[in-house]
């Protein structure tokens, strides 16, 4: 696509016109134009008729500046007119480029990552080997305190499990924390009821 302007915005002047006669009738848009040849007698005009603006190009920019000056919020036939200075569009580049596929990567499914990206590594993972060495010199129920307590904060203690405890221990011999804690429930299998042949299972065996 080719984008072409032929005049700056000193040189043109966009009238906007509430009134439609312009579009519609020879002799108002004679008269229209009279109005701006007087400043310029090479003006030319382009009318967009759907948005009720006319775009007039002066061949001089003092020319433009004198009927924008003079002629800005006139009457004409019985409607104000307004001018204004085109505005300029400025673009770098002749043709329309695409736009940059910076984030294509992001697209479903994903296309070739973008030059220089790299995959971030997995961090190392933190091993404490102070404890797992004290951890592992200790025996079941005893425990190892991380962190001693303070007047704000409390104490991190690591307690190893312990081995189940047979039934031959007595009450006394046990842990008063495992005392306390009721005993795990052990789940009962349903008994397959007996088999049993009826009456008339006897009588067709007979």
């Not at 697209?107 to 091993?127: F, L, N, T």
């Amino acid at each position: 696509m080719h984008i072409k302007t032929t005049k700056c915005n000193h040189l043109c002047l966009v009238a906007s016109l509430t009134n439609r006669e312009v579009f519609d009738r020879p002799d108002v848009l004679a008269s229209f134009e009279a109005l701006f040849l007087s400043f310029d007698p090479e003006a030319q005009f382009q009318y967009f008729k759907s948005f009720r603006r006319v775009r007039i190009n002066f061949s001089d920019a003092l020319a433009a500046a004198e009927a924008r000056l003079r002629l800005h919020k006139s009457d004409f036939h019985g409607k104000e007119m307004r001018l204004y200075f085109a505005q300029s569009v400025h673009i770098g580049s002749p043709r329309l480029e695409p736009p940059k596929p910076d984030k294509q990567f992001l697209i479903s499914p994903p296309a070739s990552p973008p030059v220089g990206w790299e995959q971030s590594q997995d961090a190392m993972p933190v091993v404490n080997y102070d404890l797992l060495c004290a951890i592992s010199k200790l025996g079941p129920g005893d425990k190892y305190e991380l962190h001693t307590a303070t007047p704000t904060t409390p104490s991190v203690v690591v307690h190893v499990c312990k081995e189940e405890l047979g039934e031959s221990l007595g009450r006394d011999e046990r842990d008063p924390d495992e005392v306390a804690q009721p005993a795990r429930p052990k789940i009962v299998q349903t008994r397959r009821p007996d088999y049993t042949r009826n009456v008339e299972q006897l009588a067709a065996l007979e």
